[in-house]
């Protein structure tokens, strides 16, 4: 055992350089995957250090006899936002990876009457065909672990770790009550936030039918402002051509939905049909105002400006008022902070 372990850890410190440079590979591959399909929380990659290793090789005893046994020598970690988001990423890697299924675990299928730790991981390796790419060919047969676990999985097992316990049966019986209605919250949660997404989906949907609409039961508010942002064709068409001239947008709108509910109350625009059909009228108008603007400015110019300010670029052309950027706000400080406007 001796023998094997030594010789284990002398390939291991030999080999990391490869490991490392094996993880690298495939942690970008994994992002560029995902991203077209998921905005992940966070996707990283770790190599197993000499110490872990040497002491999984003692409680092991004389499992491993060499280092290509070992599969978690590259250890990845995908977080997702959502729960259902995990079953999406486990279909990327189903194609685009060989997936050694006897090593992987679905620790989601737990039992019905029980809580805890819940996380699907993977052992596979680069597909047949991807290792035959010049980029990919030396890392032929190497293994990596993949957890793919929700935020709300992940802060379980980041306070599970820190409680420093491996199972149910460590858990005092006197805190086993509260552990399992802990564990049940958070289980809840991820199946809320699921729903609560949905709901945020199906209301664009909407949001996206008044649009095209004229209602006058559907007053505009700050979540139908947040969604015609998002699904207004007319404005994304007019801060594209403002971007490729200018700086890019910032997709966080919510700074500037009080300033474009105001403009659109002294306007007396009150249905997002109205709202479309004003800008739409004013497209060339507020690219060719606001471009020549950005232009004229003396360097640094901004770098960038929050998605949704042509609405209140608008309001500033109908109303004669010199542009201004909107820029993305500086963190608040204090309760009364508002958003700012700050000059181009």
């Given at each position: ?8 850890l ?14 690298e590979?495939?942690?970008?591959l ?42 978690d020598?590259?250890g ?12 999406k ?15 992987s ?24 065909e ?30 599970e ?14 805190a ?9 919250l ?22 996206k ?8 039961e ?8 947040i ?6 064709t ?28 105001e403009?659109?109350?002294n ?30 400015m ?17 309001f ?29």
């Amino acid at each position: 055992m001796k023998e094997h372990s030594a010789a284990i850890l002398t390939e291991f410190n030999n080999s990391k350089l490869l490991l490392h440079g094996f993880g690298e590979v495939v942690n970008t591959l994994i992002k560029s995957l995902v991203k077209d399909t998921i905005n992940p929380h966070q996707i990283s990659f770790r190599i197993k250090d000499s110490d872990s290793l040497a002491n999984k090789l003692l409680k092991k005893n004389d499992k491993y006899t060499a280092l290509n046994e070992i599969t978690d020598l590259v250890g990845l970690r995908i977080i997702t936002y959502f729960e259902d988001d995990i079953d999406k990423v486990a279909d990327i890697f189903k194609t685009e990876f060989d997936i050694d299924f006897p090593n992987s675990v679905d620790k989601r299928l737990i039992e019905s009457d029980k809580f805890g730790y819940r996380s699907l991981h993977y052992v596979a390796s680069l597909s047949d065909e991807r290792a035959k790419l010049t980029e990919y060919k030396k890392y032929k047969g190497l293994k990596f672990e993949v957890q793919i676990r929700s935020i709300l999985q992940h802060s379980w097992a980041e306070i599970e770790h820190d409680l420093g316990y491996k199972g149910e049966s460590e858990i005092p019986k006197t805190a086993k009550r509260t552990f399992y209605r802990v564990a049940a919250l958070l289980e809840q949660a991820d199946i809320e936030f699921v729903k609560l997404r949905q709901q945020i989906e199906d209301h664009e949907l909407i949001i996206k039918h008044q649009i095209l609409t004229s209602s006058p039961e559907n007053k505009i508010d700050a979540s139908s402002i947040i969604a015609f942002i998002k699904e207004s064709t007319t404005l994304n068409e007019i801060e594209s051509e403002i971007e490729i001239i200018t700086c890019e947008r910032n997709s966080n709108s919510t700074n500037i939905t009080d300033i474009i509910l105001e403009d659109l109350s002294n306007h007396k625009i009150e249905t997002l049909f109205e709202l479309e059909k004003l800008l739409s009228d004013n497209k060339e108008n507020i690219v060719k105002w606001n471009i020549d603007y950005y232009l004229s400015m003396p360097e640094p110019r901004p770098k960038n400006f929050i998605a949704g300010a042509a609405i209140i670029w608008l309001f500033r052309l109908i109303d004669g008022v010199e542009p201004k950027i909107m820029l993305p706000r500086k963190k608040a400080i204090g309760k009364n902070s508002s958003p700012k406007l700050e000059g181009k």
